[in-house]
């Protein structure tokens, strides 16, 4: 079973295990973004995109943990952080990243049902996100809705995402009519 606060994701025969993200997460969960964007989304966005997007090849830990303020979890595989989600405590979805080799598998599922559970536990109603060009599929399977498309302009380059959004259900008892 895990220690509290510890689940397992089992996809495609994988035992990945979910936990709290800690600030010693940090190093670890900015590899994790500069590979998701450098590589897992180089068919998405060109070359000079992904290097604006994220121009640093290290955390820069002169400044705030932006995670550590958040409500996020990391996959680990043994050892490993292999992906990270962050919610901000009004159901803003700001951080979801996933190592391009476990992207697919069921990884980045297994952060969103976390955070959903949060989200349903906490009372939240509506959850609002910024999705890339390759977060949008995976959003959208999971119920979420585009209300518009953007292009942000980021280091002088053009970004697309779109701003998305889902309505969670209310329990029985709080439904309003």
């Not at 590979?35 to 992904?50: I, S």
């Not at 297994?110 to 509506?126: M, P, T």
């Amino acid at each position: 079973m895990g220690s509290p606060g510890i689940q397992s994701a089992k996809s495609r025969n994988l035992n990945v295990s979910i936990r709290p993200y800690h600030p010693d997460d940090r190093s670890a969960c900015f590899q994790v973004f500069r590979r998701a964007v450098h590589e897992g989304a180089a068919n998405a966005y060109t070359a000079e995109q992904r290097a604006a997007w994220c121009p640093a090849t290290e955390p820069d830990l002169s400044t705030p943990d932006r995670a550590a303020d958040m409500v996020a979890y990391v996959a680990c595989k043994d050892s490993q952080i292999i992906g990270f989600m962050a919610m901000e405590h009004d159901g803003h979805l700001d951080l979801a990243f996933v190592l391009p080799e476990w992207m697919g598998l069921g990884v980045a599922q297994a952060l969103y049902d976390k955070l959903l559970e949060w989200a349903q536990d906490h009372h939240l109603i509506h959850l609002t996100t910024e999705a890339s060009l390759l977060a949008r599929p995976f959003f959208a399977k999971n119920g979420w809705d585009v209300v518009t498309p953007e292009t942000i302009l980021r280091h002088g380059q053009r970004i697309d995402r779109f701003r998305m959004a889902i309505d969670l259900e209310r329990p029985d008892n709080e439904k309003t009519i």
